[in-house]
């Protein structure tokens, strides 16, 4: 884009006493608004695996419940902060990605709980998939948002591509929305099952062990289902990704505000995992509301090369109903149904 952006900073008494490094320019915010952000999330991931779950256990739903509520309550006051640092805009815009991020990526959990059926893997370990795959999120949300913020500002032509993207993605959601994801004939799952030794069963929490190959007879690294499921959610949340990540730059083309609205509504979400996947059968037409968004955002992003804006608020809370009479209308219509039987888990050494 070839405007400068100018980004207003209120910066308390405190503050000034901060090296000066700290409010260098770094992808048009001030350096110490990254170290913050980066500091809160290595503080909830610690948190997380070393206190709260230092040992193995099943995650009921209303500790799910918990957690989740306690990340949103992190993510509220950092957009709160974010509001009152950089003004009413940046907060809106925060905000909104938060909660766009947060109903795209609904259905990426419905897609990790078929993979943890699929795969047998038990409650007792599903944390600990999360919990990795949640290192991997940061790290390639980054790379993509990094590459998606340096193309709109290089060729701000781009955005008619991802509203495109987005509109296209919208309508086919509507007509597989009562498909079942399956990974029978899963290409990532054969990928993985040609290239590297898989045991046929879980050991415990390991993710990779040693023993004896039957073809050769020797002592050889073998990987676990538990690694199988790490690798394809990962690969899985990639693919969602990039509908989000263009989704959100309809909203907002700031990189700080698209990344940590994006890493705040999965860190979230990853917490209401377990109370989720217990109601997947509760949230059959959730995908039609998911749908409606992507497509007002594509057309949103479409719309702003060519100088229209439509305000943030009004995004926000078009956002917000959509998705809450989703949800209503699923809960309504499925108020009699019961939970299909989850298949038995692999057994664990």
């Not at 719309?303 to 109903?321: C, M, W």
Request: net charge neutral.
């Amino acid at each position: 884009m070839s405007e400068l952006q100018v980004i207003t900073v209120n910066v308390g008494p405190a503050m000034e006493t901060l090296p000066a490094f700290l409010f260098s320019d770094f992808l048009g915010t001030p350096a110490y608004f990254w170290v913050i952000f980066i500091s809160v999330v290595i503080g909830l991931l610690v948190l997380d695996l070393g206190f709260l779950h230092k040992g193995q256990k099943e995650i009921e739903a209303k500790e799910s419940f918990l957690l989740y509520g306690g990340y949103m309550a992190i993510a509220f006051a950092f957009g709160a902060w974010v509001w009152y640092a950089r003004g009413s805009q940046s907060g809106l815009e925060f905000f909104t990605g938060y909660l766009i991020e947060q109903s795209l990526a609904m259905d990426n959990i419905f897609v990790i709980a078929t993979v943890f059926a699929f795969l047998g893997i038990p409650r007792l370990y599903q944390h600990r998939v999360l919990f990795w795959g949640i290192l991997g999120v940061i790290v390639f949300r980054a790379i993509l948002i990094g590459v998606g913020a340096a193309l709109v500002m290089s060729f701000q032509w781009i955005l008619f591509l991802f509203g495109a993207f987005l509109v296209f993605t919208g309508l086919k959601m509507f007509k597989t929305s009562n498909e079942k994801p399956s990974l029978e004939d899963n290409w990532m799952l054969k990928l993985i099952k040609r290239n590297f030794r898989v045991t046929d069963r879980l050991h415990g929490e390991k993710f990779v062990v040693r023993q004896i190959d039957p073809r050769t007879g020797k002592l050889s690294l073998f990987i676990t289902p538990l690694l199988v499921a790490l690798i394809i959610v990962e690969f899985v949340d990639l693919v969602f990704a990039v509908d989000s990540v263009p989704a959100i730059f309809a909203v907002t083309q700031d990189p700080f505000i698209v990344y940590t609205s994006n890493i705040f509504a999965i860190l979230g979400l990853r917490a209401l995992y377990f109370a989720l996947a217990a109601a997947m059968h509760r949230f059959k037409y959730l995908q039609y509301s998911l749908a409606v968004i992507l497509v007002l955002v594509g057309i949103k992003i479409f719309l702003v090369p060519l100088g229209v804006k439509i305000d943030t608020a009004i995004s926000l809370a078009v956002t917000i109903g959509v998705l809450a009479s989703g949800i209503l209308w699923s809960l309504w219509k499925t108020r009699n149904d019961r939970p299909e039987p989850a298949p038995a888990p692999n057994h664990a050494e």
